[in-house]
């Protein structure tokens, strides 16, 4: 299948002064495809900010790639020299719009000043008035009011100023946007908006893929083509966003569904149960499958050997139980 | 006490709690705002209701002004029929109580668990010995699903935000409130755990008779614990029902589009 971005076998460790590492991502093999909206959704601690770094090579120690490629067309990003990372690939082959990311937008300058700095990061020679008149025109395109260029940031509300961060993040037409929790702080009513906004950069064909990090599962309902949900490090479960929502296979994907509040009949009618336990410890992740001291459908030989990865139809589940 | 003795919700017709007519104006002349506008709302004995609003919709105001820790501008607060202005502070924080959305900065980071709880004592005139006092933390965080042996001289660093929500909700039971206003108290928690702890608010309500009123803009939570929804817009309760009701048949063009724009598992949005 054509991909875009693919990391194979990744593994991304915190490591400590003391010498032990936190084994966030811990082999996930992921491919992201043109024209789609990939949802990577788990609960927090599961390692899913971490991939996401990884994937737009924004990692920085003590973050560091262990094992395993990140590559596009066939070229691996984690070798490629520095120099040509940061002119060829951020911001112009993959964006992100990293987590509370509409926090860090200069609060002593106009947003327009944001936009200048950017552009001439990556063309030095163009002039300030050519820089605003593309964020502007960029801004008219897509329907956002042109007003916020001449805005400070805390003249914007939430919804506005993640717009304007995601908007000026895709200035230089990356193929791939990797939105990080982009929505979560946010009312429902700006949420929306957000996610409008991300599915007119896809329309528009200013960009064509997007990997969209969230615990949200009724948002990915909305926007994704396909889900991956993660665990301790790790993918359980990789398939289209109604086979994921309607048809969880992994008992983890299962119970994380199953304690989606929405105002629902469902929700309503009876007592939701949680999820037993609480997420392991990354530094030393229990043996076998890395749910199974949670999981109330284990069978004996989850705590000694790892699931491998199992194709059920088109989706990928790793869970002793589809063996 | 209310945690000693578990009870039945009491079926009195006469309310809880009552508002009426409160208003909250911050600043004047030109920067007036009005962040809470004449509202009025019962809260009855052992009921779970919601307040239901986006930031900005004055909801956090009024559960401030209902904890007496912000002076209403206009209009009054009955507690069991009496004027809450006639009852000192100290004694009304014994019969309301609260747990807010960031459990981390309620707590002082150089106290471990067992002085935090400690405190609450303050508020009950408890001069119990110091065994008493520690067998009713113990026996409050076991309520809350907190293991006391392991977790009593721990200090709020080492404790994760799960935990020390369920701090917070066991200092209230040791208080026993008659009312509990919960503002966003699960916003800073999984979806996975934050079933659990509704599960558990819930019970506690069941068990000891307590009203709980949840603030929040989750409207899955509130539609998931709550009997009745208040929907606040502007500083105004526009809207307010049972939760089906409210959920199923809005008819406030506020609380449509607010249903409209939540993300659901079983529809789809059209954009």
């Given at each position: 299948m054509k991909n875009l971005l693919k990391t194979q076998d990744l593994k991304a460790y915190y490591r400590l002064v003391d010498g032990t590492d936190i084994r966030a991502v811990d082999g996930v093999t992921l491919d992201l495809r043109p024209n789609e909206v990939l949802g990577i959704a788990g609960e927090s601690g599961c390692g899913k900010s971490t991939l996401a770094s990884v994937m737009s090579l924004t990692h920085n120690p003590p973050l560091r790639v262990i094992d395993g490629d990140v590559t596009a067309n066939g070229s691996n990003l984690l070798t490629m020299p520095t120099e040509q990372v940061r002119q060829k690939i951020k911001g112009r082959y993959i964006s992100i719009v990293p987590q509370g990311a509409m926090n860090a937008l200069n609060p002593t300058q106009r947003v327009r000043n944001f936009a200048i700095d950017m552009l001439r990061e990556h063309f030095?020679?163009?002039?300030k008035d050519e820089a605003i008149d593309l964020a502007a025109a960029r801004i008219d395109e897509l329907g956002l009011p042109r007003r916020v260029l001449n805005n400070y940031p805390h003249e914007l509300s939430g919804g506005m100023k993640q717009r304007t961060t995601i908007v000026l993040s895709t200035l230089l037409d990356p193929k791939i946007l990797i939105a990080d929790e982009p929505t979560s702080a946010l009312d429902v009513s700006s949420q929306k908006s957000v996610i409008s906004l991300l599915l007119a950069l896809l329309k528009d064909e200013i960009i064509t893929s997007i990997a969209f990090i969230t615990h949200e599962l009724p948002l990915l309902r909305q926007i994704a083509t396909r889900i991956a949900i993660m665990y301790a490090g790790k993918l359980v479960e990789l398939g289209t966003m109604e086979e994921i929502i309607f048809e969880p296979l992994h008992p983890y994907t299962e119970a994380l569904m199953s304690t989606m509040l929405v105002p629902e009949r469902h929700v309503r009618e009876q007592r939701i149960q949680s999820i037993a336990g609480v997420p392991p410890d990354l530094k030393a992740p229990p043996k076998g499958c890395r749910f199974h001291p949670r999981c109330p459908k284990r069978l004996p030989v989850c705590s000694t050997e790892e699931p491998p990865a199992k194709e059920v139809g088109d989706r990928t589940v790793w869970c002793w139980l589809m063996q | 006490m209310v945690l000693a003795n578990a009870v039945e919700p009491k079926q009195s017709s006469s309310p809880l709690l009552e508002v009426s007519n409160l208003t909250k104006i911050f600043?004047?002349?030109?920067?007036?705002?009005?962040?809470?506008?004449?509202i009025s709302f019962e809260i009855q004995p052992g009921e779970i209701l919601s307040l239901l609003g986006e930031s900005g919709s004055g909801k956090t105001t009024t559960a401030r002004m209902l904890l007496r820790l912000s002076a209403p501008t206009q209009g009054e607060i009955f507690f069991e029929g009496q004027d809450v202005n006639a009852v000192k502070s100290v004694d009304y924080w014994k019969r309301v109580q609260a747990i807010f959305q960031d459990p981390f900065s309620s707590f002082n980071s150089f106290y471990s668990v067992h002085s935090f709880l400690g405190k609450a004592f303050r508020l009950t005139n408890n001069h119990n010995s110091a065994a008493d006092k520690r067998a009713r933390m113990e026996e409050a965080m076991e309520k809350v699903g907190l293991n006391a042996e392991e977790l009593l001289f721990k200090r709020p660093h080492e404790l994760s935000g799960g935990q020390r929500q369920r701090l917070m909700l066991a200092r209230a039971l040791l208080i026993g409130p008659d009312l509990l206003i919960a503002d966003e108290?699960?916003?800073?928690?999984d979806a996975s755990s934050r079933v659990g702890i509704l599960n558990m608010l819930m019970d506690l309500s069941r068990q000891h008779g307590m009203s709980i009123m949840f603030i929040t803009h989750d409207i899955g939570l509130a539609y998931y614990t709550s009997e009745r929804l208040l929907i606040m817009n502007e500083g105004k309760i526009v809207e307010e029902g049972t939760a089906e009701q409210v959920v199923e048949h809005p008819t406030h063009p506020y609380t449509k589009r607010l249903l409209d724009d939540v993300p659901r598992l079983r529809r789809k949005w059209d954009i």
């Open positions: 030095p020679e163009m002039k | 600043g004047s002349g030109k920067d007036q705002v009005v962040a809470v506008d004449e108290p699960t916003s800073m928690i």
